[in-house]
């Protein structure tokens, strides 16, 4: 079965720094990648996506994240972190069984906390 | 365009009750999928409907239903609530095709208090 690891559960940069979240997945073939972002009380947005091609991927919010074939990962990258950046990010995976994104596999989050 | 909408935000239940949730998709999506979401177990699928039909299950009890309208409205039903049932419910809707470039939208999710 398909697995995503968010190794960091709670991480703290100073705004203006950069950031890097990891994510590694477990799958045979290409997976289906995805970035959300979590705000309390709300619930998931989109932040980027991966399904081929250029493995480097641009979203929202200048938000970019980088697919390593060879170390299964796929971790989101910001240079320079807003106060407005704190939230709970979800790495996760489609299900290639199915051939669709619609059911999908979620890391248990990683937690950002921006200090002024 | 409007975003996928979820009925009603908050919900408090007791013990043996039971629950239907209700989520409207972005217009034009066929799919929508439910997840359950709680500090535990984190986020866990439960199931997708397509065209009325369940297309996709997770790993959740029989006590956990659903069903989608013509309209692709999609409603979910926990029956004989339990404890552990307090959760945040996400619905996420797509255009459902087998496309590879099929993304989920979520709504704001339904909190859901089993006292």
């Known amino acids: 079965a398909q697995s995503v690891t968010q190794p960091d559960i709670h991480i703290t940069v100073s705004e203006g720094a950069s950031l890097e979240l990891r994510c590694n997945y477990s799958y045979g073939a290409t997976p289906y990648l995805f970035w959300y972002v979590q705000s309390p009380g709300q619930g998931l947005q989109l932040l980027l996506k991966y399904f081929s091609g250029d493995t480097l991927v641009q979203g929202i919010k200048g938000f970019e994240a980088e697919f390593k074939r060879s170390q299964s990962s796929f971790n989101l990258r910001k240079p320079s972190v807003h106060w407005s950046d704190a939230a709970e990010y979800f790495c996760a995976v489609g299900d290639i069984n199915t051939g669709t994104a619609s059911k999908l596999t979620f890391g248990t989050g990683t937690r950002l906390q921006v200090t002024l | 365009k409007a975003g996928v909408t979820q009925t009603p935000r908050y919900l408090i239940k007791t013990r043996g009750q039971q629950v239907t949730l209700s989520c409207s998709p972005i217009?034009?999506?066929?799919?929508v999928s439910w997840y359950q979401q709680t500090p535990g177990q984190g986020l866990q699928f439960l199931f997708e409907?397509?065209?009325?039909?369940?297309?996709n299950k997770g790993n959740f009890p029989g006590r956990f239903s659903g069903r989608q309208f013509s309209n692709s409205r999609s409603e979910m039903n926990v029956s004989t609530l339990e404890l552990g049932d307090s959760a945040l419910y996400l619905c996420?809707?797509?255009?459902?095709?087998?496309?590879?470039?099929?993304?989920?939208?979520f709504g704001p999710g339904t909190r859901l208090t089993v006292l």
């Open positions: 996420a809707s797509s255009w459902g095709d087998r496309a590879t470039t099929d993304t989920q939208y």
């Open positions: 217009s034009g999506h066929r799919s």
């Open positions: 409907y397509f065209s009325e039909t369940q297309r």
